[in-house]
Structure formats: structure tokens, C-alpha cells
């Protein structure tokens, strides 16, 4: 049974950083493109940045510059660090991995605030 487990949300102020993990389990990491999204309250879930299996990463405009996805295939974890967060910023944060279907996490919440 595949699972994907995000971690690493929480409440931040404006300017501030956090880390986000996803763990994989019952699938090997190193031989997909790993995604994560986010879901802000009342948008649509948009793409966020992609690393490849080979490790070439790709982000959105909108977090390009801030945001760097990298991964660790010994730990079958991929990370996503966020600095120089925004209010905007402000969504639940979901990793993706697209096999033979697609699989999901349940997401973590980042909350930018002062």
C-alpha cells in the first residue's frame, strides 16, 4: 500500500522559513517525479515545484527564487524548504507522485502570519 506523509507545517511570520517533508512508503522515490502542490482556502490546488528522478527541479514563477525542492532517496523523502514566506503563501501543502495512478498525501498546513 503506497502512503505519502507530509510534514513540517506549521505558523510562521512574514520573511520566515520552514522545511516540509514527504515520506514515501510501499513505493521507491528514486524512480518517480515527485510534486508538491498547495491548496489555499477557497483556490484551486496549483503546482508548487517538481524534482525529477534524475534530480532536475522545476518551480512555479510564484515561489521561484524562495523555494527549493531537493530530495533524499536513501530516506525516500522529499523536501521542499521555504524561505521568505508571505501571507500568500498560506496553504495546505500536498506531495504528489503520478505512477500507474496518481498518489497523494493528506497534505500540512502553512499558515504565514504576523
Known amino acids: 500500500q503506497v502512503q505519502l506523509v507530509e510534514s513540517g507545517g506549521g505558523l510562521v511570520q512574514p520573511g520566515g522559513s520552514l522545511r516540509l517533508s514527504c515520506v514515501g512508503s510501499?513505493?521507491?522515490?528514486?524512480?518517480?517525479?515527485v510534486r508538491w502542490y498547495r491548496q489555499a482556502p477557497g483556490k484551486q490546488r496549483e503546482f508548487v515545484a517538481v524534482?525529477?528522478?534524475?534530480?532536475?527541479?522545476t518551480y512555479a514563477e510564484t515561489i521561484k527564487g524562495r523555494f527549493t525542492v531537493s530530495r533524499d532517496n536513501a530516506k525516500n523523502t522529499v523536501y521542499l524548504r521555504m524561505n521568505n514566506l508571505k501571507p500568500d503563501d498560506t496553504a495546505v501543502y500536498y506531495c504528489?507522485?503520478?505512477?500507474?495512478?496518481?498518489?497523494w498525501g493528506r497534505g500540512t498546513q502553512v499558515t504565514v502570519s504576523s
Open positions: 504528489n507522485v503520478q505512477s500507474t495512478q496518481g498518489y
Open positions: 510501499g513505493i521507491t522515490f528514486s524512480i518517480y517525479n
Open positions: 524534482i525529477a528522478r534524475g534530480g532536475a527541479t
